[in-house]
């Protein structure tokens, strides 16, 4: 069965950065794109970051272009999401989600738990 | 950027009772759309993808429809298990988007 485990978050100061990391297995996972969906405490889902099967083309969300970058190693079945320059509005559960379709359609058919970042001074 | 806007914020209803949750986007596009289901403390789940297609294992009481600006999600009979928050996404361009959900939760 398809599983995706969150790792990496923590409590950050301002400015601070951290990796996430997102293990993946049950399914090929050359094969599919992924995202990192955000969501903030008591608030609504917010896509941050998509990386492709092959890793050659990211889309990131205009709240974190330039800061984060995602990531992946399909050797180690595993997509990456570093933050850098980190804002209290990054506080959130990041949730890596798998592709449905090996054609990139754009939604997400399977989400890791995720793991929660607050970032605070 | 496509905006979406679900209405109503909050559905107070029985079990038994259908559902009509509205998402309205600020660009028309023809059939982009999925909903997600998503309870307290868990990852959301994807019921329905390209507006009308429900995803594997979704029960035949969730139904989706629209095009344009206009989409909807109906729950013909809701059950215990369906008191959650839902959301739509749209990906006819980048950047995906959400919709800031429909509570529906027990009257």
């Known amino acids: 069965q398809v599983q995706l485990v969150n790792s990496g978050g923590g409590v950050v100061q301002p400015g601070g950065s951290l990796r996430l990391s997102c293990a993946a297995s049950?399914?090929?996972?050359?094969?599919?794109?992924m995202h990192w969906v955000r969501q903030a405490p008591g608030k609504g889902l917010e896509w941050v970051a998509y990386?492709?099967?092959?890793?050659?083309?990211?889309y990131y969300a205009d709240s974190v272009r330039g800061r984060f970058i995602i990531s992946r190693d399909n050797s180690k079945n595993t997509v990456f999401l570093q933050m850098n320059s980190l804002r209290v509005e990054d506080t959130a559960m990041y949730h890596c989600?798998?592709?449905?379709?090996?054609?990139?359609?754009?939604?997400?058919?399977?989400w890791g738990q995720g793991s929660l970042v607050t970032v605070s001074s | 950027e496509i905006v979406l806007t679900q209405s109503p914020a909050t559905l107070s209803l029985s079990p038994g009772e259908r559902a009509t949750l509205s998402c309205r986007a600020s660009q028309s596009f023809i059939r982009y759309l999925a909903w997600y289901q998503q309870k307290p403390g868990q990852a959301p789940r994807l019921l329905i993808y390209?507006?009308?297609i429900r995803a594997t294992g979704i029960p035949a009481r969730f139904s989706g429809s629209g095009s344009g600006t206009d989409f909807t999600l109906t729950i013909s009979s809701l059950e215990p298990e369906d008191f959650a928050v839902y959301y739509c996404q749209q990906r006819n361009n980048w950047p995906l988007t959400f919709g800031g959900g429909t509570k529906v939760e027990i009257k």
């Open positions: 049950g399914f090929t996972f050359s094969s599919y794109g």
């Open positions: 390209d507006t009308t």
């Open positions: 990386i492709r099967s092959d890793g050659s083309t990211k």
């Open positions: 989600a798998k592709e449905i379709s090996a054609y990139d359609w754009g939604y997400f058919d399977y």
